[in-house]
């Protein structure tokens, strides 16, 4: 399983949100040059990069500092925040992202977003939904998650057969920032019914057994940001406990 130590932009500097509330900021350190450098010097073959600032105005932001930090250390870097075009993924691509997330469109947007998978390629692409439990049932959240999207997350899948999309980062927003642990249970679910897509968990870890966790019920990735920020364990640990 590939941990993705994340980098959360504002204003270009690291910051992390509670339940991805802007009024809700900490922030971590004025530089993510450097720390970008000491994840890939302890062992990270990946980082996630999420631009803040891009997230909430709906546009291409800091796509310019992610570009700089993709080509100043040699790991690869999965990025979104404010992808809206196909030229927000071209230029991210161009820019040196590996892998480009895209969030809400993958949600609203299905067909435009299948364009981008043929074009681009399933391996360029991630697929971000964020959902919030609705009862028995959990519904993504779109627009900086202050609306529920019209279909469950079931249904929003469906949209991508087989084949077509490989990348999909799941966040339960309830856990975000929380420390509480990643919902194991939702994404041992995905994982059981789309078998053909590679799972991120997101949301929640908080120690090293959410890792080892997240990947014995087959998750291909995990992202982790506040545990790593507050010293709950390190990156070198992160990645030697799940290689």
């Not at 100043?72 to 979104?80: C, T």
């Not at 071209?90 to 299948?114: F, K, M, N, W, Y």
């Not at 959240?141 to 999909?168: F, N, S």
Request: proline letters at 4%; a negative charge; hydrophobic letters at 45%.
């Amino acid at each position: 399983m590939i941990v993705y130590p994340a980098i959360d932009l504002r204003a270009g500097v690291c910051v992390r949100l509670m339940h991805g509330r802007f009024d809700q900021v900490t922030r971590y350190d004025d530089h993510p040059a450097a720390r970008l450098a000491a994840f890939a010097a302890s062992g990270a073959t990946w980082a996630h990069i999420v631009d803040l600032d891009g997230a909430e105005a709906g546009r291409a932001v800091q796509h310019t500092l992610i570009g700089e930090l993709a080509n100043s250390v040699d790991i690869r870097i999965q990025s979104g925040g404010g992808v809206r075009t196909a030229e927000d993924v071209a230029a991210l691509i161009d820019a040196g992202v590996a892998r480009v997330v895209v969030g809400s469109l993958a949600v609203s947007q299905p067909e435009t977003v299948a364009d981008w998978l043929r074009r681009f390629g399933p391996d360029r692409l991630t697929l971000a939904i964020d959902v919030k439990a609705d009862g028995d049932r959990y519904v993504p959240a779109l627009k900086g998650w202050t609306q529920a999207a019209d279909v469950d997350l079931w249904a929003a899948l469906d949209r991508y057969p087989p084949d077509l999309a490989r990348h999909l980062l799941v966040t339960d927003v309830g856990r975000d920032g929380a420390l509480t642990g990643p919902n194991l249970d939702l994404l041992g679910q995905i994982v059981r019914r789309r078998p053909d897509l590679q799972v991120q968990a997101s949301g929640g870890v908080a120690v090293l057994s959410d890792l080892t966790e997240a990947a014995a019920i087959g998750c291909a990735g995990a992202i982790v940001g506040r545990a790593l920020y507050e010293g709950r364990f390190t990156v070198d640990q992160a990645v030697g406990i799940v290689t």
